[in-house]
């Protein structure tokens, strides 16, 4: 793996600690600028740019300690990408809506969009430190730039920006990264000549048994493993961009080198002390009571 201040080309030195939320530099933002539908993750229905009643005027959340207790699951697996802090602090200089009502509305609509583009630079990072990435460092170097560029307009020009476009380039690049990634590691591990199927991109696995399966090298993105058993699994170089493992039963699986994974997803799953995840992902509270 290289390290971040090694990268070919590169005019940003870009820590992933800094693409997790810190709270406690944010004005609670999730919290507001967000939607709330009643459900089994959100005791409540709540509109966009509407305080949740659960919001002290500290900026932080009175029930955090029982979120899961309280209903408010969806809570309790949500990560910002670091982009609630980002907004607060830098795209509006650290006045909260508060103090700036007037601009109050701009920057609820502004969060989202920093989202995603913290969300591309967590991906984009994670590709830069992959030694498979090489022959296509320059132009994720490229990508890597341009959206920090983004992140750092002024709050009317990222309201204008056409994300979806932006998106669909990181993407073809992120692709192409998955592929060299796990082209090299079936090279390595020879599974070309067996009959494993490794494109599962999309597929619906919900609920599926998969528990001790041999998932090294498969493209899972954006598969549907809701509830799905991956016990003691190993997706050691498996593709899990926008993969939904929601409620997955992840306990004893092998993680450790998957790609694309987030946070978001880990939060949203189960596990056990076995659970093997990335260096760069946490164990969440919950899988020891649940």
Not at 50 to 67: A, E, M, T, V
Request: a neutral charge.
């Amino acid at each position: 793996m290289f390290e971040n201040n090694d990268y070919p080309n590169s005019k940003h030195d870009i820590s992933r600690n800094s693409l997790h939320a810190d709270c406690e530099n944010c004005f609670g933002l999730c919290c507001v600028a967000l939607t709330f539908v009643a459900s089994t993750d959100f005791a409540i229905d709540k509109d966009a740019g509407k305080p949740c009643p659960n919001l002290q005027s500290d900026f932080r959340c009175g029930i955090h300690k029982n979120l899961r207790q309280q209903g408010y699951k969806g809570c309790s697996v949500f990560d910002c990408f670091g982009a609630g802090q980002k907004v607060s602090q830098v795209t509006f200089s650290g006045v909260d809506w508060h103090e700036g009502p007037e601009t109050a509305k701009k920057m609820f609509d502004v969060f989202p969009i920093m989202q995603q583009l913290h969300e591309m630079l967590w991906y984009l990072t994670e590709a830069l430190t992959l030694k498979a990435s090489r022959p296509i460092l320059r132009e994720l170097n490229l990508a890597l730039d341009e959206t920090v560029r983004l992140t750092q307009l002024s709050p009317d020009s990222l309201m204008k920006l056409d994300v979806p476009s932006h998106r669909a380039d990181v993407n073809a690049l992120l692709l192409r990264t998955s592929e060299l990634v796990r082209t090299e590691s079936r090279r390595q591990l020879k599974s070309s000549k067996t009959s494993r199927k490794i494109d599962r991109r999309g597929a619906d696995l919900i609920g599926a048994n998969l528990r001790g399966a041999d998932l090294r090298g498969v493209d899972l993105r954006g598969a549907y493993l809701i509830a799905a058993d991956l016990r003691e699994a190993d997706l050691r170089v498996t593709d899990l961009i926008g993969a939904d493992l929601r409620d997955a039963d992840l306990s004893g699986a092998d993680l450790t080198d998957s790609i694309f994974l987030t946070q978001v997803q880990i939060n949203s799953a189960k596990g056990d002390p076995h659970t093997k995840l990335p260096q760069m992902l946490s164990r969440p509270g919950h899988w020891s009571i649940t």
